[in-house]
Nanobody, 127 residues
Framework: QVHLVESGGGSAQAGGSLRLACTAS??????????MGWFRQAPGQEREGVAA????????FYADSVKGRFTISLDIDKEAVYLQMDDLKPEDTAMYYC??????????????????WGQGTQVTVSS
């Protein structure tokens, strides 16, 4: 079983930046994971995909709401994924979750593509 732990959440002013990190441990990571992503859930809203990256091929995907502001990076050797969040907006406030799985498709925003999930880290952006 791959275990994911997020870090780097916190509070920021609008226009500021935060960097989230997610590290994996345990299980057969390279045999179980080729896709890592970030999801978020704001109070009263459904969880949504924010960004994802496929290992080895360099493909990255972003939700329209974060394109140009967020950057996902995947370090398979370190079994980690990062989310650099710039130009933060109050609407980015949410609990952010790291997710990992093995996928043959490109439906990165579908939660069913991910087998392993972290506990989440809170991001709060004030205006």
């Amino acid at each position: 079983q791959v275990h994911l732990v997020e870090s780097g959440g916190g509070s920021a002013q609008a226009g500021g930046s935060l960097r989230l990190a997610c590290t994996a441990s345990g299980g057969n990571f390279r045999g179980s994971v080729n896709l890592m992503g970030w999801f978020r859930q704001a109070p009263g809203q459904e969880r949504e995909g924010v960004a994802a990256a496929y290992a080895g091929v360099g493909y990255t995907f972003y939700a329209d709401s974060v394109k140009g502001r967020f950057t996902i990076s995947l370090d398979i050797d370190k079994e980690a994924v990062y989310l650099q969040m710039d130009d933060l907006k109050p609407e980015d406030t949410a609990m952010y979750y790291c997710a990992a799985g093995w996928s043959y498709g490109t439906n990165w925003a579908n939660e069913l593509e991910y087998r392993f999930w972290g506990q989440g880290t809170q991001v709060t952006v004030s205006s």
